[in-house]
T-cell receptor, first 109, second 116 residues
Framework: AQRVTQPEKLLSVFKGAPVELKCNYS??????LFWYVQYSRQRLQLLLR??SRESIKGFTADLNKGETSFHLKKPFAQEEDSAMYYC???????????FGRGTQLTVWP | GAVVSQHPSWVICKSGTSVKIECRSL??????MFWYRQFPKQSLMLMAT?????????EQGVEKDKFLINHASLTLSTLTVTSAHPEDSSFYIC????????????FGSGTRLTVV
């Protein structure tokens, strides 16, 4: 079965500091990895996915198959980045998403 | 982009009563809808997958008779919590899978259920 692990439940940084949210996955095939963000009182929304290799709101994530990781990074955190971040994987085209437990990021001014 | 409208956003009900949560796909058709449950500060746990025109698929440990799922049309999926108890209090979220024009999963805004 697929599993997504986010080791940090809480993460706090100061504004302007680099931030890295860790995500590891376990899947024998070729999973599709996502990062979703949930701002306070809002619905989950897609931040980025590994296939597109794009940067959204300054965030990037690289799939490392050797380490089975998909860490989310941003060089200079902003206060508005404070939110809950979920790493998720999908094993088939229209299959379910497997979510990590989420990391609550707080960016202090 | 694709939008899933979920209602109600919050509901308070008495123990023993039933509550229906609706998720509608706006401007697109959703043959599948995923229903999640989220506890405070925790991850989303998949409860079941509804499919238009067929029975829902439930995850292990989820009571089918308690959480009734119906996918009446290509734009409407419902979750009914029957004979609700305080332990059913939670945040319920629906999600539609990607479409030809929207590669991300689309999430409803969630329903906060409180059973008193």
């Amino acid at each position: 079965a697929q599993r997504v692990t986010q080791p940090e439940k809480l993460l706090s940084v100061f504004k302007g500091a680099p931030v890295e949210l860790k995500c590891n996955y376990s899947y024998s095939g070729s999973p599709e990895l996502f990062w979703y963000v949930q701002y306070s009182r809002q619905r989950l929304q897609l931040l980025l996915r590994h296939i597109s290799r794009e940067s959204i709101k300054g965030f990037t994530a690289d799939l490392n198959k050797g380490e089975t990781s998909f860490h989310l990074k941003k060089p200079f955190a902003q206060e508005e980045d404070s939110a809950m971040y979920y790493c998720a994987s999908r094993g088939s085209t229209l299959g379910r998403l497997y979510f990590g437990r989420g990391t609550q990021l707080t960016v202090w001014p | 982009g694709a939008v899933v409208s979920q209602h109600p956003s919050w509901v308070i009900c008495k123990s023993g009563t039933s509550v229906k949560i609706e998720c509608r796909s706006l401007d697109f058709q959703a043959t599948t809808m995923f229903w999640y449950r989220q506890f405070p500060k925790q991850s989303l746990m998949l409860m079941a997958t509804s499919n238009e025109g067929s029975k829902a698929t439930y995850e292990q440990g989820v009571e089918k008779d308690k959480f009734l799922i119906n996918h009446a049309s290509l734009t409407l999926s419902t979750l009914t919590v029957t004979s609700a108890h305080p332990e059913d209090s939670s945040f319920y979220i629906c999600s539609a899978p990607p479409t030809a024009t929207n590669y991300g999963y689309t999430f409803g805004s969630g329903t906060r259920l409180t059973v008193v």
